[in-house]
């Protein structure tokens, strides 16, 4: 069975400061996804990361894959007040001949606060 | 274009009712998903489904849950005879193709008094 394991579950961030968000999981899998959810909503994509050293900027976010450690990264830079809420990184589930089931394994949730 | 639809938005039941829960699909993906979100955990698969057809439903519970997407019309999750541990937000995503990126919708919050 899939696990995904995200951590740290909680970071409080100081503004302008960087942090990382780190993402294992146990099973070979070549599409990952990072989420953001603030607080009653839905989920957000942010990224799609779809093959080994896969980097992706959006902002003062920036994500990156290692297929072969099974370890995706998260990087914040420069904290502002509007990075804060939960993110979930999922990872696709394929079969041993590489079919995707459609099905996504997420991970148990980073919630992020940044202070002042 | 506009996005995944679910309604209602939020739903009370008491014990023993049933809960319908309804997804519009994206214009144009065939491909719906239902993830369950228990209060501060990650969401949980529940099922994959494409139109008339259910792909996987290795995450629904096997008794008073089912989930259908007619020729016509949204996707609907059912939940018969509701409990307590019910009570969840319900996420409904599609896509376009099967590997593409999942989309979801603003949820179904379920409360079950």
């Known amino acids: 069975e899939l696990k995904v394991e995200q951590n740290p579950l909680f970071l409080s961030m100081q503004e302008g400061k960087n942090y990382t968000i780190y993402c294992n999981y146990s099973?070979?899998?070549?599409?990952l996804y990072w989420y953001r959810q603030d607080p009653g909503k839905s989920l957000e994509s942010l990224f799609v990361?779809?093959?080994?050293?896969a980097v992706k900027q959006e902002g003062r976010l920036m994500a990156s894959l290692d297929t072969k450690a099974r370890l995706s990264t998260l990087h914040i830079t420069a904290a502002v007040h509007d990075l804060s809420a939960t993110y979930f990184c999922?990872?696709?589930?394929?079969?041993?001949?590489?079919?995707?089931?459609?099905?996504?394994?997420f991970g148990q949730g980073t919630i992020l606060t940044v202070h002042p | 274009n506009a996005g995944v639809m679910q309604n209602p938005r939020h739903l009370v039941r008491r014990r023993g009712q049933e809960a319908r829960l309804r997804c519009s699909p994206m214009k144009g993906h065939s491909h719906v998903y239902w993830y369950r979100q228990l209060p501060e955990e990650g969401l949980k698969f529940m099922v994959y489904l494409q139109k008339e057809n259910i792909i996987d439903e290795s995450g629904m519970p096997k008794e008073r849950f089912s989930a259908e997407f007619p020729k016509e019309g949204p996707s609907i999750l059912r939940i018969q005879q509701v409990v307590r541990g019910d009570s969840a937000a319900y996420f409904c995503a599609s896509s376009l193709l099967l590997t593409d990126t999942q989309y979801f919708g603003p949820g179904t919050r379920l409360t079950v008094l």
């Open positions: 990361l779809l093959s080994n050293g």
């Open positions: 099973t070979t899998s070549d599409r």
């Open positions: 999922a990872v696709d589930t394929r079969d041993a001949g590489g079919t995707s089931y459609g099905k996504l394994t």
